[in-house]
């Protein structure tokens, strides 16, 4: 083992709090636990909340991923957007399928959503544009909103003792199947 393995090891993980969590109170749909957990995770002081790692594959498999900003979360799914001609673009293209992830740290909580990729029409990319100030370097025409259209979310949330908690929702028709 080399000497950064060796630190990396002794660094600690898992030193967040988790908030309560009361598990009978779960909602049936995963966008408004998401709803709460996202408020909650801004009024905990948690930097950026809405910054997630998007992971697409080109249509060889090949997995890729970087981070983004969220920019919606509705019936729809859950919105980013970026320039057509980037990397993401051009795999998405490809392979509309994609998978997001935040981690917020100090309430040690994680939220995982998969699904198809769907592209949002011209006139919700332009209006993307004209409130990103990031979007704005870009052409009108390349800068393109997406959805994760959510066929499985999880939500995790760590606990100093090891019995962490996962809830997962599956979509189930036009419903969805909880368990926990
Ligand atoms: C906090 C943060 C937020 C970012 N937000 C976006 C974004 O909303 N859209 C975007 O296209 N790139 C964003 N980026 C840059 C991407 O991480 C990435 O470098 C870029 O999109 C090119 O990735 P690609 O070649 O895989 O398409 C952000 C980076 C950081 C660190």
């Excluded at 704005?136 to 259209?149: E, F, I, K, M």
Aim: with cysteine.
């Amino acid at each position: 083992m080399n000497e950064l393995t060796r630190w990396l090891r002794a660094q600690p993980s898992l030193v967040g709090s988790p908030p309560p969590l009361d598990l009978s109170t779960l909602p049936a749909d995963p966008v408004a636990l998401f709803d709460t957990w996202i408020r909650h995770a801004c009024d905990a002081g948690v930097a950026e909340p809405r910054a997630m790692t998007l992971a697409t594959a080109d249509a060889a498999g090949r997995p890729d991923a970087r981070t983004l900003i969220l920019k919606g979360v509705d019936a729809d799914g859950w919105a980013f957007a970026g320039p057509r001609s980037s990397g993401k673009g051009h795999e998405l293209a490809e392979n509309p399928a994609a998978a997001l992830n935040f981690w917020w740290q100090p309430q040690l909580r994680a939220v995982r959503v998969r699904g198809p990729v769907r592209e949002a029409g011209a006139e919700e990319s332009a209006a993307d544009i004209d409130g990103s100030p990031a979007a704005a370097l870009h052409q009108r025409g390349d800068w393109t909103l997406w959805r994760v259209v959510p066929e499985r979310v999880e939500f995790w949330q760590g606990s100093p003792d090891r019995r962490h908690i996962r809830i997962v929702y599956t979509r189930d028709g036009d419903g969805w199947t909880r368990g926990v």
